[in-house]
């Protein structure tokens, strides 16, 4: 006989909110929140804006509705606020920024000759609260077995993403269908899509050079292979072995994750370059001329093999952590030699993460933008085509439409293959069960192997760091005039105190507006990530498998894609973002999301449910559990997803690019720039910078997210033993 | 059983197409011990689930301490279960486990903290509470694990397979502490095994199931002595199945010709080993002879149809090849479908 009140309110909540929207806040953006009331959309309504009046009416009615009994359940309630959904969207779309879209919308309401910009507060606080409601509405009929927390983070995580994710992808693909003028245009598109210089052959069957497509795959293939060879060996050095500079190893291989983009490829150039350091010196020493060997492919490949190497090494590093050591005690008590247990139990455990980490870097490798466009010389990828057709001298969005849509099939292609490959198995190992086991060591020819793949690559990226670490100090390190100097130090970050704290250098806009964009990216982003992780693996509710598609899709979306998708639907009402920060952050947050999903999908895989079953039938309801139990099981991949999000913000470019505006400038935009106007010493010296503010930042995310603690002996590291249970 | 703690009425749960659970009816009174017995996939676990609230029911309703609670989520019934892997959080200690249910329910930290080491107390694991679960031994993991599920003293206390983790020859302890705990608690309790020896050690009643249905339901006794069909029989100890036939009052198969109160036709007969017994000299030959510390087994052959015989080792022993003759009392041959 319990009344249940709670439930109610919440739906009474979300209705209340979506009146305040209503009334209470400036409909429009451009309005000052103060403005409140003068400028809602119940004004707006009153003077002219007659398109909105339905909007209103219908949230009255739903309002109305509210005094029914069991108003929740009842399909009044549910067909009044899928139809305020409809009107919300039309209202938007109705009318544009010059003037109604139909005919007949410019018929009924004068006012819209003159147009509406896009959504201010109240307009998007309405979207929110009708996405609430909703999700009330449906947890009342069942959905999520009734859970209103689950209920609502999907409701909302589909809202999102079809907004910030399908819409402009969308929008995107329609633009490839249309000519300069915006007419339907088959033949451009099919001129477009069937252009020689796509889908050339010629470097494969002899001299010449291959269509930009085909360099694009042969880089993808080559990249995200020898990207996840030596993730896995650094892996393995540092969760299999005895190996003493563990830390260091680590440390070192996080150096690349948090270098700008553009740096190492500034630095490849300075020391491979034509006039690089080791170029000239090996020309001096065997007396040849030097070669631009490094410009194309081999140089490309160098750059992002280091740059996604770290990616790899943590996403195979947490998978690593979550076996289960008995397991492979199981086998080794069972005759198996440490070779034949690597490869019957490690290694067939380690396959998730392996495909997740390839698939993770060929990603990257076909949206990756900065090293290409640094080292690419004449080897043209589709990134490159792209920011080119919306950048360059000739504006074409069709045709970046074009390319982009290509980019987009040959991502989801290879995505398809990883999930054929990775299969259905299930692969949970650690579970409520508490295991007291030892990770096996690494097999003695597996230990050379790592080591033999991981010396070289310290080497070179000692070398390549020194550079970086120098180069910004010195006078101009590329022409090896190592004079010391903070000239450019100066130049980028000068600041005086002089009534206060005066910034000068060049530099601090773009700095300060990268920090704070990271710093609110990073978190909405985990917390995005994690969520979507744990509703796909943990929650049973109608229409799983394609949210679980939806989120998957929108991973395999290339940032550049993403940026000129943005810039297609971001520009007009009623979503009328760009230039602000909000669409930087936005766009972090639902690029960066599918990592944090990965990251926690592959630790929750590894969780057994009935921890959190356990936890219900304690009380707990869905947020509790996933807070004090859940949460603190799958830390390393909160972390994962937290320094990803947090250093991508920092350090990314392939969307970015597309999106920084004079007033919101990124960093690396500003270092794009200072390397086109060749100030490599200058691009360098912001580069060490920043290097180093997002080392602290690292430091204080693991300080605050802390590491798993499960009580298992920690022999490997050397550490005390723990007592031997007794009965 | 004067109140009724849990009650099914009609419950149906379907997965897709399959059905885990079709249509069963049950109520299970309080303080009572009863036992979901069934060979795997027969819809025990998934029962104990719909108790839970870890399902919740496609049709039917679920009622516990008289209330319907089919549409509640775990969170919101008072449950305390037991998993098969114990689930300990093995990021907490062992207090932090015990009192997690208490302060999730709105006790403060430092009652909940007395509560949790009042159980374990309880449960012979005092001095242990600093510890991690995964530094206590199997047993005493599956203790903590029973504390945390008891400790907010729930209506019904549900386990599902306890000691398929425990050690062969724990079990027999463990279960005793088991029952033992039940009662001084005087808590209501279901639990899942397919082992029917600890299901007729544990139990008040049983409730055998087949298929996503309830075979029979009744006491250990009953089960073992009653058994309403051939597959309670046979899942239930071990026992004889004869085909044969009933004609005039008495049933035939073999050179066995005993009275019994069933009309005429086919029936299946069950009698248990230990029931028979063994007279030399007969028209059955002994197959098989088997000797068993506490007892020898014999297998019997009687033309077509072979009999298993359990006889205790007091008794002069036969051999493999000896003719003999079955004795069976009329009354401990059961008729069933």
Redesign the interface.
């Known amino acids: 006989m319990t009344l249940k009140l709670t439930s109610d309110r919440a739906g009474i909540a979300w209705l209340g909110l979506l009146a305040l929207s209503l009334v209470a806040f400036p409909w429009y953006k451009g309005a000052p929140i103060w403005q409140g009331p003068a400028a809602s959309a119940l004004s707006e309504g009153m003077s002219g804006h007659g398109w909105l009046w339905p909007l209103i009416a219908i949230v009255v009615a739903l309002g109305a509705a509210t005094f029914t009994r069991k108003w929740q359940q009842s399909n009044i309630a549910l067909w009044l606020t899928l139809g305020a959904m409809f009107l919300y969207l039309w209202q938007g779309f109705a009318v544009g920024l010059r003037g109604p879209s139909q005919a007949w919308v410019g018929g009924v309401f004068e006012a819209a000759a003159d147009g509406q910009t896009g959504l201010g507060w109240g307009g998007f606080l309405a979207g929110a609260a009708l996405v609430g409601l909703l999700s009330d509405l449906i947890a009342s009929r069942g959905f999520c077995r009734g859970e209103r927390f689950a209920s609502f983070c999907i409701t909302a995580i589909v809202a999102a993403l079809t907004a910030f994710v399908f819409f402009p992808i969308l929008k995107l693909g329609l633009a490839a269908f249309v000519d300069t003028d915006g007419n339907l245009a088959l033949g451009t598109f099919w001129a477009r899509i069937t252009a020689p210089d796509l889908w050339g052959l010629n470097c494969l069957v002899g001299g010449g050079r291959c269509g930009v497509v085909i360099n694009t795959v042969i880089l993808g293939v080559l990249s995200a292979t020898l990207a996840t060879l030596l993730g896995l060996a650094l892996a393995l050095l540092v969760n299999r072995t005895d190996f003493r500079m563990k830390r260091a190893l680590r440390a070192i291989s996080i150096l690349p994750i948090i270098t700008p983009p553009f740096v190492v490829g500034v630095a490849i150039i300075l020391l491979f370059g034509r006039t690089g350091l080791v170029t000239s010196g090996v020309a001096d020493l065997l007396d040849v001329r030097p070669g631009r060997w490094v410009y194309g492919l081999p140089g490309i490949l160098i750059a992002q093999v280091l740059a996604f190497a770290p990616v790899t090494f943590l996403v195979l590093l947490s998978t690593l952590e979550a076996i289960n050591p008995t397991l492979e005690e199981a086998a080794r008590t069972l005759g198996a030699k440490s070779m034949k247990t690597f490869r019957s139990v490690t290694w067939p455990l380690l396959r998730p993460g392996l495909a997740a980490a390839f698939l993770l870097a060929f990603i990257e490798s076909l949206a990756d933008f900065g090293n290409p466009i640094v080292l690419g010389g004449g080897y043209e990828v589709l990134s490159i085509k792209i920011f080119f057709a919306v950048v360059g001298a000739r504006y074409d969005l069709g045709n970046a439409a074009t390319l982009a849509m290509i980019l987009l099939a040959l991502t989801l292609i290879a995505f398809w293959l990883q999930m054929r490959w990775m299969g259905n198995k299930s692969y949970v190992t650690v579970t409520g069960k508490s295991d007291a086991g030892l990770a096996s060591p690494l097999p003695g020819v597996l230990k050379i192997g790592v080591f033999a793949v991981v010396l070289p690559w310290v080497i070179f990226t000692l070398a390549v760091y020194i550079i970086i670490v120098t180069g910004g100090f010195v006078t101009d390190v590329g022409r090896w005039d190592l004079t010391p100097t903070f000239q450019h130090i100066v130049t980028a970050f000068r600041f005086e105190f002089e009534d206060g704290l005066q910034l000068y250098g060049s530099a601090w806009d773009s700095m300060m507006t990268t920090l704070w964009v990271a710093a609110l990216a990073a978190p909405l982003t985990t917390l995005i990530g994690i969520l979507t992780a744990w509703l796909v693996a943990r929650q049973d509710f109608a229409g799983r498998r394609a949210f679980e598609f939806g989120t998957m899709l929108s991973f395999a979306i290339p940032g550049t894609v993403v940026g000129v998708s943005y810039v297609a639907a971001f520009n007009v009402p009623p979503v009328d973002i760009t230039g602000t920060a909000a669409i930087l952050i936005i766009c972090f947050v639902f690029r960066n999301m599918p990592v944090g999903m990965r990251a926690g999908l592959a630790a929750l895989a590894q969780i057994d449910r009935s921890m959190e079953e356990a936890s219900q039938t304690m009380g707990a309801g869905g947020l509790t559990t996933l807070r004090r139990v859940v949460l603190p099981l799958i830390k390393p991949a909160v972390f994962t997803a937290l320094v990803y999000s947090f250093v991508t913000a920092m350090t990314a470019v392939s969307a970015v690019i597309f999106l920084v505006s004079a007033r919101h400038n990124m960093a690396t935009a500003y270092i794009m720039g200072r390397v086109e106007a060749g100030e490599y010493a200058l691009a360098i010296a912001y580069s060490a910078v920043l290097m180093i503010v997002m080392i602290v930042c690292v430091v204080v995310i693991q300080g605050i997210v802390g590491t798993r603690k499960l009580g298992r002996r920690k022999e490997l590291q050397g550490k005390g033993q723990v007592p031997e249970p007794a009965e | 059983m004067a109140e009724t703690a849990i009650e099914f009425v009609d419950v149906v749960k379907r997965y897709g197409d399959a059905t885990a659970v079709d249509r069963i009816n049950f109520s299970i009174g309080k303080g009572e011990l009863v036992t979901f017995l069934g060979p795997s996939g027969c819809g025990k676990t998934t029962s104990l689930r719909l108790i839970?609230?870890?399902e919740?029911p496609s049709e039917g309703q679920v009622k516990i301490a008289g209330?319907d609670v089919s549409?509640?989520?775990?969170?919101?019934?008072?449950?305390?279960?037991v998993?098969?892997?114990?689930?300990?959080?093995?990021?907490m200690s062992v207090l932090d486990n015990v009192s997690?249910?208490p302060t999730?329910?709105g006790v403060s930290k430092a009652d909940a903290r007395d509560q949790a080491r009042a159980i374990l107390d309880q449960v012979g694991l005092g001095g242990l509470e600093a510890r991690?679960?995964?530094?206590?031994?199997?047993?005493?993991?599956q203790r903590v694990a029973v504390a945390?599920?008891i400790v907010?003293q729930p209506d019904v206390l549900?386990f599902d397979e306890p000691l398929s983790?425990v050690d062969a020859k724990l079990r027999r302890k463990v279960r005793a502490e088991i029952r033992d705990l039940q009662q001084r608690f005087g808590l209501t309790a279901v639990y899942v095994t397919h082992d029917q020896e600890e299901a007729l050690a544990v139990s008040d009643r049983i409730v055998v199931m087949k298929m996503g249905q309830i075979a029979q339901i009744g006491t250990p006794s009953e089960l073992y002595e009653q058994p309403s069909s051939a597959f309670v029989a046979d899942f239930i100890g071990d026992a004889n199945l004869i085909e044969g036939r009933v004609a005039a009052g008495t049933f035939s198969a073999a050179h066995l010709s005993l009275p019994v109160d069933a009309a005429d036709g086919a029936h299946t007969a069950t009698i248990r080993p230990e029931r028979i017994t063994l007279a030399a000299g007969g028209a059955a030959i002994i197959s098989s002879a088997s000797y068993l510390g506490s007892r020898m087994e014999y297998v019997v052959q009687d033309e077509d149809l072979e009999f298993l015989v359990s006889r205790p080792i007091s008794e002069p022993r036969l051999a493999a090849g000896d003719a003999v003759d079955l004795q069976i009392d009329p009354a401990d041959l059961i008729l069933v479908q």
């Open positions: 839970a609230g870890l919740l209330r549409r509640d989520p775990a969170s919101e019934r008072n449950v305390g279960m998993f098969q892997s114990y689930a300990l959080f093995p990021h997690y249910g999730i329910r991690l679960p995964s530094e206590l031994s199997g047993g005493q993991q945390r599920a907010q549900l983790n």
